[in-house]
């Protein structure tokens, strides 16, 4: 049965900060991996879409790695802003099965001080 | 192009009423999924819906919870009898049947039953 953990739970940096998110999952037989963002009260904001057959996803100051091997992904996070501050969710898509059953972790709620 | 809809936004109702949520996806998307995320917990996958079936309904409780999606008009999940239990946000997504694997997330339905 596929887990995904993200760590930390919380983390709090100052702006200008450079910082990583951590993922994992425990079955590597994924057909992708999604980051989403999720303001307070608001629905989900996806970033970045990584394929089982890519490496990384680029886009702006957001960086996604996966390492399928291993079972983790990272979001990083260039240049942190207070605009930044929100929860990024991690999401598996496993192979087989109906393909339409996102798991998510419990997220990493991020907060950036001025 | 509209987003996914997803109303209302906030429901309140008292123990053993009904709830019915709606969500309208997005134009061409004839995919539809439905999450349910309680406090502190993670969203979990409920069911996943085409136009007409239902495709994967792995993530539903047993009782009281059903889910449509008829040929004309939103996707509509109900839940009968609420309990306290059933407190949360629930987010509906869709995709476009080229694109099974890229969901677009509604602001989702924040249900308290008192």
């Known amino acids: 049965k596929q887990e995904v953990t993200q760590i930390p739970a919380a983390l709090s940096v100052p702006e200008g900060e450079n910082l990583v998110l951590n993922c994992s999952f425990t079955?590597?037989?994924?057909?992708?991996l999604q980051w989403f963002r999720q303001d307070p009260g608001k629905g989900l904001t996806s970033l970045l879409l990584i394929q089982s057959s890519q490496r990384e996803q680029t886009s702006g100051r957001l960086n996604a790695s996966l390492d399928k091997s291993s079972g983790r992904s990272t979001l990083y996070i260039a240049a942190s802003q207070p605009g930044d501050s929100a929860t990024y969710l991690c999401a598996v898509m496993n192979y087989g099965g109906s393909q339409g059953n996102l798991i998510f972790g419990k997220g990493t709620k991020l907060s950036v001080k001025p | 192009n509209a987003g996914v809809m997803q109303n209302p936004r906030h429901l309140v109702r008292r123990r053993g009423q009904e709830a019915r949520l709606r969500c309208s996806p997005m134009?061409?998307?004839?995919?539809v999924y439905w999450y349910r995320q309680l406090p502190e917990e993670g969203l979990k996958f409920m069911v996943y819906?085409?136009?007409?079936?239902?495709?994967?309904e792995s993530g539903m409780p047993k009782e009281r919870f059903s889910a449509e999606f008829p040929k004309e008009g939103p996707s509509i999940l109900r839940i009968q009898q609420v309990v306290r239990g059933d407190s949360a946000a629930y987010f509906c997504?869709?995709?476009?049947?080229?694109?099974?694997?890229?969901?677009?997330f509604g602001p989702g339905t924040r249900l308290t039953v008192t």
């Open positions: 997504a869709s995709s476009p049947p080229s694109q099974i694997h890229e969901q677009y």
């Open positions: 134009k061409g998307h004839s995919h």
């Open positions: 079955d590597s037989a994924i057909y992708n």
């Open positions: 819906l085409q136009k007409e079936n239902i495709i994967d």
